[in-house]
């Protein structure tokens, strides 16, 4: 499974389109394979799904995220996880304990909970 963290200062940025980067990590076998950081490609409407996308992305993570997104994320088969908080690495260690979850989305797109195709992030 790969999955993008909305990452701001080492931590789970509060909007997935507004954050200076992405933590792309590759779990296999409940195990870290690969974990890279790559730039945001800039805030333009379905330019970062496509982004994540073309990049084999199963899953996205951030604070908080729009409706509009999330259907796109949703109609590419890549599920959300929303309202998570904390740094990367422990929510990565909470990605491979089975124990993320989500919650309210922490920017100013209040659309409810989880969210996503999946209703979240599976590995």
Do not use: W
């Not at 792309?24 to 379905?46: C, F, T, Y």
């Not at 796109?72 to 422990?90: A, H, N, P, Q």
């Amino acid at each position: 499974m790969r999955i993008a963290i909305s990452t701001e200062n080492g931590a789970v940025a509060q909007h997935f389109g507004r954050c200076p980067e992405y933590t792309i990590v590759d779990i296999e076998d409940g195990k870290i394979i690969r974990k890279e950081v790559v730039l945001n490609p800039g805030h333009q409407p379905g330019a970062i799904p496509k982004f994540l996308n073309e990049r084999k992305v199963d899953c996205v993570i951030c604070g908080g995220m729009g409706r509009r997104a999330q259907e796109i994320f949703r109609s590419l088969g890549i599920d959300t996880l929303i309202g998570v908080m904390g740094s990367i690495d422990s929510v990565i260690d909470k990605i491979l304990e089975g124990t993320i979850e989500g919650g309210e989305s922490l920017c100013d797109h209040s659309y409810g909970k989880g969210g996503g195709h999946g209703g979240g992030c599976d590995h």
